[in-house]
């Protein structure tokens, strides 16, 4: 696994979270049974990197956003998944509010 990837090891984080196996996972994407677990083994080791589209899949069955599997940090996908369950309107109240508190 490359260190500078960020992606095995949010996959395999918001998996377990969801409490699904490799397996399950990979069919409810909608790989074949019969691979399904071997191949999302490869991409929790990093051996092979999913296409954005599996990623998207991957994203939506396990209710995080696409971009938490690109956060470097666990504040950061926490942070990401936060934001993302926030209205357009509260979205846009926290961008004010961290404006005013950074000084941008």
């Known amino acids: 696994m490359q260190k500078d990837n960020p992606i095995p090891a949010r996959l395999k984080d918001a998996r377990k979270k969801a409490n699904i ?3 399950e996972l990979g069919v409810r994407i909608g ?3 019969s691979s399904a677990s071997g191949r999302m083994n490869h991409y929790e080791k990093g051996r092979h990197i999913p296409d954005i589209s599996t990623l998207r899949r991957m994203a939506e069955e396990l209710d995080v956003p696409l ?3 690109f956060c470097e940090d666990d ?3 926490e942070l990401v ?3 993302d ?3 357009n309107d ?3 109240d926290l961008i004010d509010a961290l404006k005013k508190k950074s000084n941008v």
């Open 21 to 23: 196996t490799q397996k």
């Open 31 to 33: 790989m074949e049974e």
């Open 67 to 69: 971009h938490y599997f």
């Open 75 to 77: 504040v950061s996908a």
């Open 81 to 83: 998944c936060a934001v």
């Open 85 to 87: 369950k926030l209205s």
């Open 90 to 92: 509260d979205k846009l």
